[in-house]
């Protein structure tokens, strides 16, 4: 009796975790950067994760990633790096590798500054009168990046 009745709560966790997405994982998430420090001038790894997005109905068209250094830390100067446009994953899983350049100058003139990935999501929109719009959500990720010699 006792282990039938914790088995039924089990199942009933397990299958509850399997089907949750948080609104907040409507524009998808950036899964994993390695290595992280980014060393400049290696390759690094980005995984994002549109899974949730897609079950909450934002499945992406395609998405965009750039490096930013946020408005209060930046001299005006640090322009977005864009680094990936890619086509929506229909499997939601979106990996790909970039290799920054470490001689481009922000990196050489601004060595501490700090970074984040805006990883923007764009999405269709549809509406049974006027057909698709597209529109994008964004998320932002802290990231810290370092030169080779460090
Ligand atoms: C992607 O997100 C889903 C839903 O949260 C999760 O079950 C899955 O393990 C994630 N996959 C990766 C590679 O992060
Ligand atoms: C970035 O800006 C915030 C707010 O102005 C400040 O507290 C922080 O020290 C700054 N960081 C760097 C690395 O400049």
Known sequence: MFVKTTLAV????????????????????????SPEPIVLGQEVTFTANFTCAIELGY?????????VVPAANNTGYQPPIYFGRRDGPSSG????????????YAFTTYPDAQYE??????????SDSYGTTLVSGYTTYGVSLIQASD
């Open 10 to 33: 089990l199942a009933l966790v397990g299958s509850s975790v399997a089907q949750f997405c948080p609104e907040a994982l409507r524009f998808g998430s950036l899964a994993s950067v």
């Open 59 to 67: 499945a992406p068209v395609y998405v965009d990633y750039t490096l």
């Open 93 to 104: 899983i979106d990996t790909f590798t970039v290799t920054f350049d470490p001689t481009y």
């Open 117 to 126: 990935v805006i990883l923007t999501s764009t999405y269709a929109a549809d």
